[in-house]
DNA sequence: GGCAATTATATTGTGTGCAATTCAATTTGT
DNA sequence: ACAAATTGAATTGCACACAATATAATTGCC
């Protein structure tokens, strides 16, 4: 086998792993997440109103690096389940801004213990986990970099 | 802020990290397929095929740790294309046997180099690369022991 | 041999992702 | 001021993911 047929060895391929990884880990919030009545999507999109109330669309999706075509029905599927209102903002009617209502507001009392149980279930020690977070930071850059937004 | 509090910031989840890499990854991956007319999905179920032709789609749901649901109308869209064809296996008739066609071994040829290019874009160098290939494996193996198959 | 449990795949339903398009509102250039 | 370009969301269309269910074939057990 050369060279070039060794790259294409599915055990070789890095990002098999992290695609792999992904949703295996999206499958460990999935119990967690099931009894907030929230996916992992929607538990993140969640995460980004926690820390700042009123967001536009566009404002979460540069967060989350999700476009309209994907928050817009996530988002009113977290409307209809009572979590948040969507209305468009009065001095650019263009944006349309997400309100937390109280309910989901008070949610994020249930969720304060899922990031420590995550944690715990990804088994890593603080310097692996540090040097983990390092190294995809600096791919999300390097492929960025090659195909940008 | 405290301690609980403070693990619900987005900044901070490595599971973000990992699911927002895997998206980026996809999308450098999306031009380089798109050539050959496959996802990234269906380069990967080629790449095991590659490697050993004949396979059954739990074989190929094992490898790949995808369920029929997803494997299923995928390898549809494969065999329409052309590049495999599915027949159920004479000696057990519930098995699902995969072929790849003269045009699916042909297209290997033809992707012989994208393992390169991609390598090329992640920018990590070799002792980078094996670190976040181990760093992922360790948390796929904690994750699944505790949520298992 | 026959019937219950198991196995392999397919189907259904829901929820993302994302490219491409559409539409309305705003901004820009002159 | 006003037409053209831009912007922000929504919509459409397609392709995953995956839980739950259905179906058909096989295996085990008596």
Not at 81 to 94: H, K, T, Y
Not at 99 to 112: F, K, P, V
């Amino acid at each position: 086998m050369n060279l070039a047929e060794q790259g294409l060895l599915l055990e070789q391929q890095l990002c098999f792993d992290v695609y792999a990884a992904s949703r295996a880990i999206n499958k460990a919030y999935r119990p967690l997440l099931e009894a907030l009545g929230l996916t992992y999507p929607q538990y993140l999109v969640m995460l980004v109103l926690w820390q700042h109330e009123a967001q536009t669309v566009k404002q979460l999706g540069e967060q989350l690096q999700l476009d309209s075509g994907t928050l817009s029905p996530l988002l009113k599927r977290l409307e209809s389940a009572g979590f948040l209102q969507r209305q468009r903002r009065a001095s650019d009617e263009r944006e349309v801004e997400i309100q937390l209502t109280e309910a989901g507001r008070a949610l994020r009392q249930q969720a304060s213990n899922v990031p420590a149980s995550i944690f715990q279930a990804l088994g890593l020690n603080a310097s692996d986990y540090f040097e983990l977070k390092r190294l995809l930071h600096q791919v999300m850059a390097s492929v960025e970099a090659n195909s940008p937004d």
